[in-house]
Structures are given as C-alpha cells and as structure tokens.
C-alpha cells in the first residue's frame, strides 16, 4: 500500500552539500514517522535521521556530527535529508523508511524505499 520513492543522490566531492527527498504516495502522509536509513558495501545498515509525524521531534544518528537535517512537508508528502560537509565515510545507498509507529533506529519496520545512491569521493 504505502509506496516510497527516494532522489537526490549522486556523485560529489568531499565538503560539498546534498539533499535527499523522500516522497510517499499509496496512504497518508501525517500517518507516519519518517526515516533515513544508510548501507554502505560490507557494513550494516545504519540509522541516519527519523522525524515524529508532525516534524516536532527529529533524532540523528550518533556519529553524525550536526551535519545532517531531516525534515518534512506534509502538505508535499515528502521527507528530506540535507546532508552538509559530505564526507567519503557518508558514501552509501540512502534508504527512506515510513511507520505508523515512530521509527526505530535498531530494528526498523514499516515501508522502505528503494535507495537512492550518494557517493562522496575526490
């Protein structure tokens, strides 16, 4: 039911500036917390960002360092991730997550989408 399209990704240079859009489309949007999720070749999945349902509360993954922003646009249906001062560590495929419950950075459930891929490299 619920149907998620991630964009944005692309290839950038260290230091430089990104921003990811999340669209849900299928149920309503107000109905679910939204959430960023990254892997990266040969690591696990890692919690990069969640918002509450009406964007009050937002959450970050710990090694972030204050460079990432999520936010959303219900009047859009859509979440965004403004990634600043790219690092090649950040380099990974960009997962969007929605749940009616508030979404769980260990074991995350809901919907996802379908990546979107952000390389940062010289």
């Known amino acids: 039911q619920v149907q998620l399209v991630e964009s944005g990704g692309g290839l950038v240079q260290p230091g430089s500036s990104l921003t990811l859009s999340c669209v849900l489309s299928?149920?309503?949007?107000?109905?679910?917390?939204m959430g960023w999720f990254r892997q990266a070749p040969g690591r696990a999945r890692e919690f990069v960002a969640a918002?509450?349902?009406?964007?009050?509360?937002?959450w970050y993954g710990d090694l972030l360092k204050g460079r990432f922003t999520i936010s959303r646009d219900n009047a859009k249906n859509t979440a965004t991730l403004v990634m600043n001062n790219l690092k090649e560590e950040d380099t990974a495929v960009y997962y969007c997550?929605?749940?009616?419950?508030?979404?769980?950075?260990?074991?995350?459930?809901?919907?996802w989408g379908q990546g979107t891929q952000v390389t940062v490299a010289s």
């Open positions: 299928g149920a309503t949007f107000t109905s679910y917390s």
């Open positions: 997550n929605a749940d009616r419950q508030m979404v769980k950075a260990g074991q995350p459930g809901g919907s």
């Open positions: 918002i509450s349902w009406g964007g009050g509360n937002t």
